[in-house]
């Protein structure tokens, strides 16, 4: 009966031993790491009647939509197959072509409403005195921020985030708060020419 009890309590010990020895820890399927580069930030080309800072991990491209005006852009980040849609129209001081663009763009965002669990707007102040509505979505909505800003006259500027992938949104949520980021930067470096 000893040996019986000294072979169980070696295997015990044995297992305790090499159990304690690894750094194994285990993952849940289905998470990918997602490594977030630095942020750092260039001017917008002098080729367009506003002029920001942007991500240097994003390319400018013309804006796709079939309704497009030729400073419409696309920020778009490659390894996160993500697009800031940004729409500029000229207002001419014309209060009705402003009254116009702010209810387009609330317009736009309710859109979401449908499959959003939440909208949550907010009011930025740039450091230059512009003020920027912001709306973040929550939920499985296909933009998950978007903003607009205007200088009441001659300016007005709208944008949105999209990802061209079906990963879901809570998933995407460091990549989100990553382009959140620099999407406040853009919107903080903002200037009218």
Excluded at 7 to 17: A, E, G, K, P, R
Excluded at 73 to 79: G, K
Excluded at 122 to 142: N, R, Y
Excluded at 147 to 155: C, I, L, N, V
């Amino acid at each position: 009966m000893n040996l019986f009890k000294s072979i169980i309590l070696s295997i015990v010990v044995s297992i305790l031993f090499l159990a304690c020895e690894s750094d194994y820890y285990p993952k849940p399927n289905g998470f990918n790491r997602i490594d977030l580069p630095k942020h750092e930030y260039i001017a917008l080309p002098d080729s367009f009647p506003y002029s920001f800072e942007y991500s240097t991990h994003a390319k400018i491209l013309p804006d796709s939509i079939y309704i497009k005006d030729r400073y419409w852009i696309a920020l778009f980040y490659p390894e996160f197959v993500a697009e800031v849609h940004i729409t500029y129209k000229s207002l001419n001081n014309n209060r009705d072509s402003l009254r116009s663009n702010i209810e387009d763009s609330y317009k736009l965002t309710s859109k979401h409403q449908i499959k959003a669990s939440s909208i949550q707007e907010t009011i930025l102040m740039t450091p230059s005195g512009k003020k920027v509505s912001l709306a973040e979505l929550k939920g499985d909505v296909p933009s998950q921020f978007q903003f607009y800003t205007t200088d009441s006259t001659e300016h007005f500027l709208r944008g949105a985030l999209y990802f061209r992938t079906a990963t879901e949104n809570d998933s995407l949520a460091p990549v989100i708060e990553y382009v959140k980021k620099d999407i406040i930067h853009s919107l903080n470096t903002l200037e009218w020419d």
